[in-house]
């Protein structure tokens, strides 16, 4: 189950929409979760009361049109699904929402299975048998 944070500076809901859909897609074909596994959090910065502060780091240059993708998922990837997520979540933010992928920065967190609750007060993935998010 990951779990995804998506920050976009003045973005429309069809944006934020469109960049949830393209690393929802991402995650399902790079690491395979499955289609039903979704849990976003979208937000827009206005730019005035809430914004998003970027620079040149890296020498790669960013606008205004910047997004800030952080994902959390139980641990167990390798690199390789790494770089394959985070080349696809540029390629369909680009697709989809017409995010340039120099403008698309993503973080990966991970956990163990009890650091997941769905609700009722219980650690489902610490339960045998889930299917790993």
């Known amino acids: 189950m990951p779990f995804v944070r998506i920050d976009a500076l003045r973005a429309d809901p069809q ?7 393209a690393v929802h897609d991402a995650l399902v074909e790079a690491i395979g ?40 998922l139980r641990s167990g990837r390798t690199a390789e699904q790494k770089q394959a997520l985070y080349r696809r979540i540029a390629e369909l933010a680009e697709e989809y929402a017409g995010t340039e992928p120099r403008n698309v920065l993503v973080t990966l967190t991970e956990n163990e299975p009890i650091d997941w609750s769905f609700g009722e007060g219980v650690a489902q993935y610490a339960e045998a048998g889930l299917p790993r998010g």
Do not use: K
């Open 15 to 21: 944006r934020l929409e469109a960049l949830g859909r």
């Open 33 to 72: 979760i499955p289609t039903d596994d979704l849990f976003q959090v979208l937000t827009s910065h206005d730019g005035t009361r809430s914004t998003l502060r970027h620079d040149d780091y890296l020498g790669i240059r960013r606008d205004d049109d910047i997004v800030f993708v952080a994902i959390t």
